[in-house]
């Protein structure tokens, strides 16, 4: 089966399966105080109805009247402020529900605006997000050489730990500014913040109730908004590092085999001179480096004659093998299941780490993978043999090494 | 400036501007409503205390009682499909709040579950909705084929077409299912349905809330258990072809970037060289003399 079909199929198990241990655990370490609390809170209520003489009847008045005067108890909500901290909340999806639209053209605009904001807001996130993390890692590249350490190269490993120790600090700062001056425990107002940078928003902990705050004090009210909208970019830089990647890898995947079948009908028209040791269903293989010999010497003979097109077929080819022979080493080196992981986790940094490092041999061919094959190439019209392979065994051993750090 | 600097900062621009329209216009639409019905109420409060001889001390007790009792009004909340209902809110990022937990042990599960959850569902819907798009797409292609139009291929607008009416179509077939089963109206069906979907997720309308209906009506709970998550799906596949192209944009300028520089100075190493020797001939030419 193809890769993206099998790696869909094992997500999709996954999650079912996160979900019903997660629904057990829940229920485990939430059943029995239900339960306790709503008997307690039941024979308060009776104890309520008989001090005061209320029969049922009047007691379900009372509770109506309770219950919707609720939203009502934390002060004006739809006056500017509060209307800006909706808004927050619906673009931002955190939706924490203290307040949400009654009138009906409320709730229409509210579906419009959500339309709009929604993805702006995603992409907002995102490329703030990303010119953050370009940001650090330059600031770290400096530092390194500052400190005049010998590889000034920022491993991903840097970055993720420093973007986790980042979102771990703003939750920290937010639940010390929180429990202050919202008056929760410490905890409480972690659990807040949590809840509130994950966008999951459930409302059970919201700021700005507490003593018409949203009307009489605007400087908690703009540190509110600013914390909101900084953490969740901090948290969205971190995503933008870890988990971007793998959200377009089926796409990659099905680009590369497109790629792939037009190199085949080209390779076909062209006389099937170029035949690729690498079985055509390379990509539909589960095991990435069985379809390919790593040696196809003989293959694009010809090649410095046909112009152009020849040699872009040969880039191709080449990319292909190399993702074959990337797929072995990585095999080698162990890592989990091949496909889950994505194809290519270089980011601009190696590109550039790996730009200096070929900038001596201007003649290798960069890949758009960044990979190198380590073997015998087959003739292209740009470099010739002798120079690659002089010049592949040295960037081959720095190339395995620089794989590492990641 | 460079080019994602720039496009960073407008779509941070924009993004205030949109916060400014938004707050100003929701200001407009419910502020006076918000007004009206509050001073009504709090009319009716007084006139409730003063029937029923309550204090203003009694009144808060009662008030506390209620407000305590409310949970507990849509029947358990915790008992296995309870506690489901409550895992998808967390990892889609819903987050209605009709149920949170209230042990600090179920807030620190929570907080964990949510890390791995969270990551975890947004790949599986991106890479499921990816696998629909294809699946669209190909058979877009065939019917195309099979009604014998000249041009078989498949564009950009006809997939967005398709993804949109599918959205709208999804947001239909809730808001049907839903007025019925949970006797809203069509009009807030559809507003619950919009705002799950979007994970938004207010909790001003929750489904499988009446009564006990997560515990007796196990195929309605089956079929909003299967709703959210197919909605989500659709959702995401329609996310998958219009924004996520826009959220790799700055990485991919950087990466081209990065390129262009590596390039440069390949070129400029090219250039030296080439006054010694032709790279046809490197072998011969490496004690030759300049």
């Not at chain 1, 039941?42 to 008989?50: G, I, P």
């Not at chain 1, 007691?59 to 808004?87: C, I, M, N, T």
Request: hydrophobic share 40%.
């Amino acid at each position: 089966m193809k890769r993206q079909n099998v790696r869909t199929l094992s997500l999709i198990i996954c999650t079912f399966t996160y979900l019903l241990v997660g629904a057990a655990v829940f229920d485990a370490l939430e059943s029995k105080k239900e339960k306790t609390q709503k008997k307690k809170v039941y024979d308060r209520k009776q104890e309520l109805m008989n001090t005061y003489n209320l029969s049922q009847f009047n007691f379900d008045e009372l509770e109506r009247v309770v219950l919707q005067l609720k939203p009502h108890k934390a002060g004006v909500q739809w006056k500017f402020a509060g209307s800006f901290y909706f808004a927050i909340t619906v673009i931002t999806t955190i939706g924490y529900g203290h307040a949400a639209p009654s009138t009906d053209g409320g709730k229409v605009f509210c579906m419009l605006y959500a339309l709009l904001g929604i993805p702006l807001t995603l992409v907002m996130f995102q490329s703030l997000g990303e010119r953050i993390n370009t940001l650090v890692r330059y600031l770290l590249h400096r530092l390194k050489k500052c400190l005049g350490m010998r590889r000034t190269e920022v491993s991903m490993v840097n970055m993720v730990a420093i973007g986790f120790i980042s979102c771990m600090s703003t939750l920290c700062i937010g639940a010390l500014s929180f429990s202050f001056f919202e008056g929760w425990s410490f905890f409480h107002a972690y659990y807040y913040c949590f809840i509130t940078l994950t966008t999951i928003g459930f409302g059970d902990y919201v700021a700005l109730q507490k003593d018409h705050a949203l009307q009489t004090n605007p400087k908690y009210v703009a540190f509110c908004f600013i914390y909101i909208l900084t953490g969740l970019t901090v948290i969205g830089a971190f995503l933008n590092l870890v988990v971007l990647r793998f959200m377009t890898m089926n796409s990659e995947d099905e680009k590369r085999d497109a790629e792939q079948r037009a190199l085949l009908s080209r390779n076909g028209q062209a006389g099937g001179h170029n035949q690729m040791r690498c079985t055509p269903d390379l990509p539909s293989s589960s095991s990435a480096a069985s379809g390919c010999g790593g040696g196809s010497g003989n293959s694009g003979v010809g090649g410095a004659g046909r112009g152009l097109r020849n040699v872009y077929a040969e880039v191709l080819h080449f990319q292909s093998m190399c993702s074959c022979l990337w797929y072995k080493s990585r095999e080698k080196l162990q890592y989990s299941i091949p496909m889950i992981i994505p194809r290519d986790l270089s980011t601009s940094d190696t590109y550039m780490e790996q730009g200096e490092a070929f900038s001596s041999d201007p003649l290798h061919p960069l890949h758009s993978n960044g990979c190198i094959c380590s073997m015998h190439h087959p003739h292209s019209a740009i470099s010739s043999v002798s120079t690659g392979l002089h010049s592949l065994t040295p960037y081959r051993l720095r190339h395995s090494k620089r794989r590492s750090s990641i | 400036m460079k080019k994602q600097n720039v496009r960073t900062l407008s779509l941070i621009l924009c993004m205030f501007s949109y916060l400014l329209v938004g707050a100003a216009v929701f200001d407009a639409l419910e502020s006076e409503t918000e007004s009206s019905r509050r001073r009504i109420l709090e009319l009716k409060r007084t006139e409730m205390k003063k029937k029923y001889r309550l204090s203003e001390d009694d009144y808060r007790q009662i008030e506390q009682v209620v407000l305590q009792a409310e949970p507990h009004h849509a029947g358990r909340q915790w008992k296995f499909a309870g506690s489901f209902y409550f895992a998808i809110t967390v990892i889609t990022t819903i987050g209605y709040g009709h149920a949170a937990p209230g042990t600090d042990a179920g807030k620190v599960f929570c907080m964990f579950y949510a890390v791995l959850g969270i990551p975890l569902t947004l790949v599986m819907f991106q890479s499921l909705g990816e696998r629909m798009n294809t699946f669209v797409r190909y058979l877009l292609w065939r019917a195309k084929q099979c009604l014998g139009l000249r041009r078989t291929e498949v564009s950009m607008e006809n997939m967005v077409s398709v993804g949109f009416l599918s959205c709208i179509g999804t947001l239909c077939v809730g808001a049907a299912a839903f007025s019925h089963y949970e006797g809203w109206t069509f009009f807030h069906a559809y507003y619950y349905c919009f705002i799950t979907l979007t994970t938004i997720g207010f909790g001003d309308f929750v489904a499988l809330q009446k009564k006990e209906d997560l515990q007796e009506k196990t195929p309605y709970v089956a079929f909003s258990f299967m709703y959210i998550l197919v909605g989500l799906t659709v959702i995401g596949a329609f996310l998958n072809l219009v924004v996520l192209r826009f959220l790799t944009m700055n990485t991919e300028d950087e990466r081209r970037d990065a390129q262009e520089r590596a390039s440069i100075k390949r070129e400029r190493g090219l250039l030296t060289m080439g006054k010694h020797s032709h790279p046809l001939t490197f072998t011969r030419c490496c004690g030759v003399t300049a």
